[in-house]
């Protein structure tokens, strides 16, 4: 094989040539150069089958040179060619191709397939002919293969798009009615990931008064080929009602007969619903306007006020869409900053052991650091708005919360602002975060403070309301509402109406960043709650957090945490990570702790290593292509069941159906969070997998005292 290597002209098309006898190698080798191929002569037929490849144009053997050989390698080559390649062969006989004349001639097809028999003597433009017509064939071979790979990039390309806009992608086959629906698809009809769904299924899904015009749309397009589209009903198996928007394409076959539809579709109840309100606004302005024909100024004094309803409802048509998007994007960004910040953060940690004797270089790190964390926290209000952060929701005595947090609250807003509390004793629990209201709370109250820079009132009140099932942002059910309002400036109408956009401040460049209120909106979403807020100029605002009740009983305080012990020893770790560079920055930290570190880039990679060596902990990325940190989890616990695992991830919640419940390290992470993670995973007599009820990461700190108030919330973040 090193001689291939050497052969001149290696850019042109390559024919490989095995003809020991006589003349004929020499022969062959320069009627291939004539024919426009670069050449190379195999030694023996071990050489001719271990040069086989892809690379290969063309090649020519002599029938007595393998009349008699073991011919299993060629034909294995051969058969395990892609569906794309059939190398041509041009095999030099004295007998002919035909099985009359040469029976040995079957023997040879059958081995390789695509073969040509030039019977010798020949004249050297046969030859030539012969073999720029099999290189011809294997052009549009070359060709055919370039089609394909560029199929599989637009199918990648394709994919990208349906999951950016939410589509289900599925396919319908007519003959057999089989239907494959992705996981997205089957989501927007109720079902989980891994649940089997039918054409049967879906049709009878869709809502009794639709069925029949579905029907009736779905054989209209498999007759005359028009491209589908509907939107209907459909009632999930838990009984609720959804709608349901589908496109598809029918694709036939070389006859014309109809073979399969090819369709996305998408959950349009949001949508639905408010063009619902916004019709029976519409019916309600029209039949009050015929009815009130003959009274002129009623009926005009009603119109302008119908007319603003109407204006409203579609201003909040446009800006639930604007919200929507923009949550979608940010959630993204944030992401994906956020795993770049581990990485700064990770090495700027190491880099400062290393220039503890620079007092400027020390100085200049520590800057970058605290530069980074407020980066980090900068990502955890992005995702709050976009309603992707991690909550521990539990049931939640808003009184107590609401009582203990009077100190921290008075000296946040300091002297010359008196705060008022109506905290009922005979509330029920409603179903929080705790900490993540904690700070919710906070920002509303610094808010009402830099809201009323002369001194003021802040009144903070609980209530429990009933919502009969009207209100399109609320569910049926009871709700605490949590209740904050000042006696500061207030806000104007376009003002209110930007305040909860994400990066919208009122105050000067540099002193906000406008994420305060976007954050407690999308943590009251998240909680299935909403934030409500009124205000006017001179008067003051009043911030409301309507927050699902519930009859379950807040748990008992946990004993306090025994200290956590350090790992005993120098531990192997394997490290699971498809990102390079946070790979990098997580071995160098381990190594830093003293650890002996295996890198693997997939899960596929780290199963055939665990399966090999011993390891002591596994620290995985939980979203990778391929094999997600909670598969490749589930799978080690085949192997062996009580290895420690640690789940490393950026995301909030994982997806629906992930029933998986190991230590959970937040990403971005340094070094000591790492390290107690791994204590932590070493100390567990046992490391339970599936969910059983408790927390999946551990509870989080709560606030305690003023000079947590930077740390959680940064410099102005809360406020509009």
Request: with cysteine; proline share 4%; net charge negative.
């Amino acid at each position: 094989m090193a001689g291939i290597a050497a052969i001149p002209n290696s850019g042109k098309p390559k024919a490989l040539i095995y003809t020991p006898v006589g003349r004929d190698a020499w022969v062959a080798r320069s009627l291939v150069d004539e024919a426009g191929l670069a050449s190379i002569a195999a030694t023996d037929l071990s050489m001719f089958a271990s040069s086989l490849s892809d690379d290969i144009a063309l090649g020519v053997l002599t029938e007595e040179a393998v009349r008699s050989s073991d011919l299993k390698p060629i034909a294995a080559w051969v058969s395990a060619q892609p569906s794309w390649s059939d190398l041509p062969f041009i095999v030099l006989t004295t007998r002919g191709g035909g099985p009359e004349r040469n029976p040995a001639a079957a023997r040879l097809s059958e081995v390789l397939g695509n073969v040509t028999f030039l019977e010798r003597p020949f004249h050297a433009t046969s030859f030539i002919s012969v073999a720029r017509t099999a290189l011809k064939g294997r052009l549009r071979q070359y060709e055919a293969q370039a089609r394909l790979e560029a199929l599989g990039e637009g199918e990648r390309r394709l994919q990208t798009a349906l999951a950016a806009g939410r589509l289900g992608a599925w396919e319908l086959e007519l003959s057999s009615m089989a239907l494959s629906a992705s996981a997205t698809c089957k989501a927007i009809f109720g079902r989980g990931p891994d649940d089997d769904v039918t054409r049967d299924d879906l049709i009878a899904s869709i809502h009794p008064d639709d069925r029949d015009l579905v029907l009736a749309r779905l054989r209209q397009t498999i007759d005359t080929g028009r491209d589908y589209s509907i939107e209907h009903r459909t009632i999930w198996p838990d009984g609720s009602l959804h709608w349901t928007e589908v496109h598809a394409q029918l694709y036939s076959d070389r006859y014309g007969s109809a073979r399969k539809l090819v369709g996305v579709c998408s959950d349009t109840t949001v949508r639905k619903t408010i063009e619902e309100n916004l019709r029976r606004l519409n019916e309600t302005l029209e039949e009050r306007v015929r009815e009130r024909t003959k009274e002129v100024n009623a009926a005009h004094q009603t119109l302008l006020e119908e007319v603003a309803q109407r204006e409203r409802a579609e201003e909040q048509l446009r800006q639930s869409q604007k919200m929507e998007a923009i949550g979608q994007l940010t959630g993204g960004v944030a992401h994906d900053f956020n795993n770049l910040l581990m990485v700064v953060l990770g090495n700027l940690e190491l880099l400062g052991k290393h220039v503890g004797g620079d007092a400027k270089a020390t100085r200049l790190v520590d800057g970058a650091i605290q530069g980074a964390r407020r980066g980090a926290a900068l990502t955890q209000r992005l995702l709050a708005f976009a309603r992707q952060q991690d909550l521990q929701v539990k049931p939640v005595d808003l009184t107590e919360l609401v009582s203990g947090m009077n100190d921290l609250l008075r000296r946040s807003v300091g002297s010359s602002i008196s705060i008022e509390t109506i905290l009922p004793a005979t509330l029920p629990p409603a179903l929080v975060d705790a900490n993540q209201l904690e700070l919710a709370l906070l920002n509303l109250a610094v808010n009402a403070r830099d809201a009323m820079p002369d001194g003021g009132t802040l009144s903070i009140s609980l209530r429990e309301e009933q919502v009969a099932g009207d209100d399109g942002a609320l569910d049926k059910g009871a709700y605490l509402v949590l209740a904050v309002a000042d006696s500061g400036t207030g806000m104007d109408a376009e003002t209110l109406k930007k305040a909860v956009d994400p990066f919208f401040s009122t105050k000067e460049l540099g002193k906000g960043t406008g994420l305060g209120l976007s954050m407690i909106h999308g943590l009251a979403v998240q909680l299935n709650g909403a934030l409500r807020l009124t205000s006017e100029l001179g008067v003051g605002t009043i911030a409301e957090l309507w927050l699902p009740a519930t009859e379950r009983r807040p748990e008992r305080p946990a004993e306090a945490e025994r200290p956590v012990p350090q790992a005993a020893s120098r531990l192997k770790i394997l490290l699971v990570d498809d990102d390079a560079l946070i790979a990098m920055s997580s071995v160098e930290m381990l190594e830093d702790l003293g650890h002996e570190v295996v890198e693997a880039n997939s899960g596929a990679q780290a199963l055939e290593l665990i399966s090999g060596q011993h390891f002591d902990l596994v620290i995985t990325d939980y979203s990778m292509p391929g094999m997600t940190g909670a598969q490749l989890a589930q799978a080690t616990r085949d192997i062996h069941p009580g290895l420690p695992i640690v789940l490393a991830t950026g995301y909030a919640d994982l997806p629906a159906g992930t029933d998986i419940d190991l230590p959970r390290l937040a990403k971005p992470y340094d070094q000591a969070q790492l390290a107690k993670e791994i204590a932590k995973a070493m100390a567990s007599e046992t490391v339970p997998l599936l969910r059983s009820g408790g927390d999946a990461g551990g509870s989080k700190p709560r606030l305690s005292k003023a000079d947590d108030v930077s740390d959680e919330i940064g410099d102005g973040a809360c406020v509009v």
